[in-house]
């Protein structure tokens, strides 16, 4: 794989520090490339282990690539300074969750057919969103009002649950 070079400012989107990525640039990384692309990145040549992270497209080929606040740390940067960029495709990116399924909620839903169905139908993007969600519950009882919800919505029940109207 070809990693990608280029000097670039940092800017900002409402709170997010970010670096443009033109479609030229998207292009040598992956051609046609229209989804979420996952890359490695360093700025400045930190961190030392490149920093995994998806570059958010912006509908026209271009990709912002969105900074982590540690990968600025390592780099010492911030909004406005110019910056050397490196960016390589991720070729060993996984779709699909990566926190684990809680047993409480594989259990529910093998009670619940239409929420297995639903559950089944999502994206893996929305499948690993919910599942980073229910990992960071602390307490029994919210565990228990966000199972019952997920249920609820996954079963075909109309509500707004993770910020979404689902229906």
């Known amino acids: 794989m070809s990693i990608l070079c280029f000097t670039s400012v940092i800017e900002i989107n409402k709170i997010n520090p970010y670096i443009l990525v033109s479609a030229e640039q998207a292009s040598f990384l992956k051609e046609s490339w229209r989804k979420p692309m996952p890359v490695c990145v360093r700025i400045n040549g930190k961190p030392k282990t490149p920093w995994r992270i998806n570059m958010m497209p912006i509908g026209d080929g271009s990709f912002y690539l969105y900074l982590h606040g540690e990968v600025r740390k390592a780099s010492d940067t911030k909004v406005g300074d ?20 809680p047993s409480y909620l594989h259990k529910a839903l093998k009670e619940n057919p ?13 499948q690993k969103e919910i599942l980073r969600y229910f990992a960071g519950l602390k307490s029994q009882e919210a565990k228990d009002r966000n199972l019952s919800q997920a249920l609820h919505v996954l079963g075909g029940g109309k509500g707004r649950y993770m910020a979404r109207d689902w229906n």
Not at 82 to 101: A, C, L, N, Q, W
Not at 114 to 126: F, H, K, N
């Open 114 to 126: 239409r929420a297995q169905e639903g559950w089944d139908a999502l994206p893996p993007s929305r």
């Open 82 to 101: 110019s910056v050397r960029v490196e960016i390589e495709f991720d070729k060993d990116y996984k779709g699909g969750p990566t926190h684990p399924m």
